[in-house]
């Protein structure tokens, strides 16, 4: 069985702003189906709220328009 990880709204936004950082290696290993990310509707909603604040769009890049589902975004490798 995978191990399994919760992440809260704000480690999941270190992870998406700073891909070297801890939080983007647990990203990583999610994106590489390593380990399971399990998160609610609710932390979904607010990352992606906050990956919407235009200062920080322009740091990431990944949701231009605003409509591509988060969930899909997170998992997108970026190689």
């Known amino acids: 069985m995978k191990a399994r990880v919760v ?3 704000n480690v999941l936004v270190s992870a998406v702003l700073y891909p070297s950082s801890n939080p983007g290696h647990i990203l990583e290993l999610i994106r590489q189906n390593a380990i399971q990310l399990l ?3 609710d932390t979904l909603a607010e ?3 906050v990956l919407l604040y235009p200062r920080l769009r322009k740091l990431h890049r990944l949701i231009p328009s605003g409509s591509r589902p988060l969930s899909r975004s997170l998992l997108i490798s970026r190689k």
């Open 47 to 49: 990352v992606k709220a």
């Open 39 to 41: 998160v609610s509707l």
């Open 7 to 9: 992440l809260d709204a």
